[in-house]
Antibody, heavy 121, light 107 residues
Framework: QVQLVESGGGVVQPGRSLRLSCAASGFVFNTYAMHWVRQAPGTGLEWVAVIAYDGDKKYYTDSVKGRFTISRDNFKNTLYLQMNSLRPGDTAIYYC??????????????WGQGTLVTVSS | EIVLTQSPGTLSLSPGGGATLSCRASQSVSSNYLAWYQQKPGQAPRLLIYAASSRATGIPDRFSGSGSGTDFTLTISRVEPEDFAVYYCQQYGSSYSFGQGTKLEIK
């Protein structure tokens, strides 16, 4: 079955870096766009970034531009989020989610179980 | 940026009742590119509805979506105990944005 499993979360000090991974299985990974979405504790969902099926194009929400980088390895069926210059406001559960298609105008389904990132000194 | 506003913030119902959740967009959502998700505590969101009114695979027919342009509705007929959760709308026509959520709680 289609499965997304995130890893790499943890506690990190402000200004430091962290890389999240999302291992995909059960579908042809290199034909789907992929997203990162985050959810701060007790709050709603915030879209973070998207990457095209071939990794060619990437888009970010304004608050992470220049600090976060989304990437993918289609040979390893894995999505990544490199997070630099982390701030306390980046504290959240980070979910990876698959687009319905290879394009951008698509809903998200399915979602991984999430990985918690806590930015604190 | 399209801002989505959901109402009410919290909806208190008894099992068996009907629920109507609203999602209003700050500008028209192109091609009705609007989805609804359900999230239970400690779980990831689950897709319920896409393209404003199409049910996702495996979603019971008591869930239905409607609307167009700037006003969208998720209706749950005969709420079951497992339906008590937080519901989010999302637009994917112009970048991506989510509403702030509606919590459906047991009365």
């Amino acid at each position: 079955q289609v499965q997304l499993v995130e890893s790499g979360g943890g506690v990190v000090q402000p200004g430091r870096s962290l890389r999240l991974s999302c291992a995909a299985s059960g579908f042809v990974f290199n034909t789907y766009a992929m997203h990162w979405v985050r959810q701060a504790p007790g709050t709603g969902l915030e879209w973070v970034a998207v990457i095209a099926y071939d990794g060619d194009k990437k888009y970010y929400t304004d608050s992470v531009k220049g600090r976060f980088t989304i990437s993918r390895d289609n040979f390893k069926n894995t999505l990544y989020l490199q997070m630099n210059s982390l701030r306390p406001g980046d504290t959240a559960i980070y979910y990876c989610a698959r687009a319905h298609t290879g394009g951008y105008q698509s809903w998200f389904d399915p979602w991984g179980q999430g990985t918690l990132v806590t930015v604190s000194s | 940026e399209i801002v989505l506003t959901q109402s009410p913030g919290t909806l208190s119902l008894s099992p068996g009742g009907g629920a109507t959740l609203s999602c209003r967009a700050s500008q028209s959502v192109s091609s009705n590119y609007l989805a609804w998700y359900q999230q239970k505590p400690g779980q990831a969101p689950r897709l319920l509805i896409y393209a404003a009114s199409s049910r996702a695979t495996g979603i019971p027919d008591r869930f239905s979506g409607s609307g167009s342009g700037t006003d969208f509705t998720l209706t749950i007929s005969r709420v079951e105990p497992e339906d008590f959760a937080v519901y989010y709308c999302q637009q994917y026509g112009s970048s991506y944005s989510f509403g702030q959520g509606t919590k459906l709680e047991i009365k």
